[in-house]
């Protein structure tokens, strides 16, 4: 298996990526790259333009890894500079499977065998758990722990309809393919005009084209990566990613339009019900609607607690609360204001 990792101006977060893995349980180097040995793999860095010691702090490691450093001086005009990265790794792959994440991600001690072992002979994508978690400096910060939230919200949603059958989301942090998915779907040169995407979009091509589509939900497989630490971090971040889901079509679209539908179509009935009521009758619609806010999180308590994340009811019906509205207002601002890394 082959591990590709694009990273731009990462000196400082790298060391603890890199770390992980050295330690992966599990996993060996091939003997002779190349080989398609069960438990062999390879770590490729796509150096992307760094203007730091990222190269420098990667090869350090080269001891420790079967690793690759490919530099990349210039991006190609009309190509986003990540997948244009990751696009360099992944052509340079030797193994026939390939496994992604981010410089700023920390993974499981399980993570490269737990991917690995969930391809079979029926599969050729798979999807890994990957939340974000409040880093010790944003603890007190409410943008973080609201970002805690929506990740591992989202993570669950995409996870379930991959295993129901309907794939539509997979994340860049920790997932995988083999080479030949992505050479039949394009790969990421047909997305290479969307500022994101790069695992969204890429795996919607692949189910287009016919991919069979796995999961991972070992716990020692999880990849954590931190919360934006202000709102403003957070919402720099969102407004590409719900810029993105302007390009989806088919199932995926239909899917996602009618989940956010109906959850944004509950508290506005409530709402215009409580201007239609009159008397103690008024209290109804907002009560049933927080109720029906309570009933949902009691779902995500256990699941958020075994992914580390905040499991306390309150607060988890609160933030889905918030996060009805603040997807909404950030969807409809993310097709009027300009998206930027």
């Not at 919607?204 to 991972?216: E, L």
């Not at 020692?220 to 990613?241: C, E, M, N, Y």
């Not at 994340?309 to 207002?329: N, T, V, Y």
Request: net charge positive; proline share 5%.
């Amino acid at each position: 298996m082959s591990v590709v990792i694009a990273a731009h101006n990462e000196e400082a977060r790298l060391p603890a990526l890199l770390a992980a893995l050295a330690a992966q349980e599990g996993v060996r180097e091939a003997e002779t790259l190349g080989a398609q040995t069960h438990g062999a793999w390879e770590l490729i860095i796509v150096d992307d333009r760094s203007t730091d010691r990222t190269a420098d702090i990667a090869l350090s490691f080269s001891d420790t890894l079967p690793l690759r450093v490919l530099r990349v001086e210039e991006t190609p005009s009309g190509f986003s500079p990540k997948k244009f990265a990751l696009h360099t790794g992944i052509t340079a792959a030797r193994f026939d499977t390939v496994l992604l994440t981010d410089a700023d991600c920390v993974p499981g001690s399980c993570w490269i065998a737990g991917m690995r072992d969930a391809y079979t002979g029926a599969t050729d994508v798979v999807l890994g758990l990957a939340p974000l978690r409040v880093p010790s400096h944003a603890a007190a910060s409410g943008a973080a722990r609201y970002a805690a939230f929506e990740s591992r919200r989202t993570m669950m949603l995409s996870i379930a309809a991959a295993a129901s059958g309907v794939p539509y989301m997979a994340s860049g942090r920790s997932w995988g393919f083999t080479r030949a998915m992505y050479e039949r779907s394009g790969g990421l040169p047909a997305l290479s005009g969307h500022l994101g995407g790069d695992d969204d979009l890429l795996l919607q091509r692949m189910t287009a084209a016919g991919a069979r589509v796995g999961t991972c939900t070992r716990q020692d497989a999880i990849v954590f990566s931190d919360t934006p630490a202000t709102w403003g971090a957070l919402w720099r971040q969102k407004l590409r990613h719900y810029r993105v889901s302007a390009a989806y079509r088919g199932r995926a679209s239909m899917l996602l339009g009618v989940f956010v539908g109906t959850e944004l179509l509950t508290p506005l009935i409530a709402f215009a019900l409580v201007a239609l009521l009159d008397g103690p009758a008024r209290l109804l619609p907002p009560f049933f609607w927080l109720w029906k806010l309570w009933y949902d999180t009691g779902f995500l308590v256990h699941a958020f607690k075994w992914s580390a994340g905040e499991s306390r009811r309150p607060a988890l019906a609160f933030r889905e609360g918030m996060h009805i509205f603040l997807s909404a207002f950030t969807g409809f601002a993310s097709f009027v204001k300009p998206s930027r890394w």
